[in-house]
Nanobody, 122 residues
Framework: QVQLTESGGGLAQLGGSLRLACVASGFYRDVRTMSWYRQSPGKSPELVAVMDDNGRTMLPDSVKGRFTISRGDSKNITWLEMTGLKPEDTAVYFC????????????????WGQGTQVTVSS
C-alpha cells in the first residue's frame, strides 16, 4: 500500500519561508507526476506545483517565483520550498503522487497525503 507522509507545515510570518516534505512509501512504479495542492476553507483545491518524471515543473502564477518543487534522487521524496509567504498562502497543503501501484499496474492511480497546515500571519 502506497502512503504519502507530509511534514514541515506550521506558522510563518508575512514574507517568511517554510519547506514542506513528502515521503512516499510502499510499492509503486512508473511515476507520472509528483505534485502539491492546497485547499483553503470554502475554496476548491488548487494545484501549487507539479513535477513530471522527467523533472519538468509547472507552477501557477500565484506562486511562481516564490515556490519551488524538487525531489530526491530516489524519487520517493519531494519538497516544496515556499518563500515570500503571504496570508493568502494559508491553507492545508497536500502531497499528490500519480503512479502505478502493485494492484493497478500498468495503470496509474492517484495517491494523497493527509495534508499539513500552513498558516501565514500578517
Amino acid at each position: 500500500q502506497v502512503q504519502l507522509t507530509e511534514s514541515g507545515g506550521g506558522l510563518a510570518q508575512l514574507g517568511g519561508s517554510l519547506r514542506l516534505a513528502c515521503v512516499a512509501s510502499g510499492f509503486y512504479r512508473d511515476v507520472r507526476t509528483m505534485s502539491w495542492y492546497r485547499q483553503s476553507p470554502g475554496k476548491s483545491p488548487e494545484l501549487v506545483a507539479v513535477m513530471d518524471d522527467n523533472g519538468r515543473t509547472m507552477l501557477p502564477d500565484s506562486v511562481k517565483g516564490r515556490f519551488t518543487i524538487s525531489r530526491g534522487d530516489s524519487k520517493n521524496i519531494t519538497w516544496l520550498e515556499m518563500t515570500g509567504l503571504k496570508p493568502e498562502d494559508t491553507a492545508v497543503y497536500f502531497c499528490h503522487l500519480r503512479a502505478a501501484s502493485y494492484q493497478s499496474y500498468p495503470d496509474a492511480v492517484d495517491f494523497w497525503g493527509q495534508g499539513t497546515q500552513v498558516t501565514v500571519s500578517s
